[in-house]
């Protein structure tokens, strides 16, 4: 059974920095395809970053030199540093995954607030 468990994040002053984790379980890395996404109130989800099977990553526009996505050495756990953090970039923040072969992300954490003061 594939479970995501996201951490991290908080109350962070604009300009600093956070970082977000994502520890999985029950998935082959090399098989699935991961993602972050956020959802602020009143908005849409927005899709961050993704990471493919082989780990290449694509970041949206909006976090792109910001935000970076790595993982851990054993692979189990992934993660998203955000530095240089803007208010807008406050939101709940999912980690999500898909089978290579799915369109669809099937997989979710339970969400984890990160919060920007001005």
């Known amino acids: 059974q594939v479970q995501l468990v996201e951490s991290g994040g908080g109350l962070v002053q604009a300009g600093g920095s956070t970082r977000l984790s994502c520890a999985t379980s029950g998935l082959t890395f090399r098989r699935y395809s991961m993602a972050w996404f956020r959802q602020a109130p009143g908005k849409e989800r927005e899709l961050v970053a993704t990471i493919n099977s082989s780990g290449g990553t694509v970041y949206a526009d909006s976090v792109k030199g910001r935000f970076t996505c790595s993982r851990d050495i054993a692979g189990n756990t992934r993660y998203l540093q955000m530095n240089g953090l803007k208010p807008e970039d406050t939101a709940v923040y999912y980690c999500?995954?898909?089978?290579?072969?799915?369109?669809?992300?099937?997989?979710w954490g339970q969400g984890t607030q990160v919060t920007v003061s001005s």
């Open positions: 999500a995954a898909k089978r290579v072969t799915d369109t669809n992300y099937e997989y």
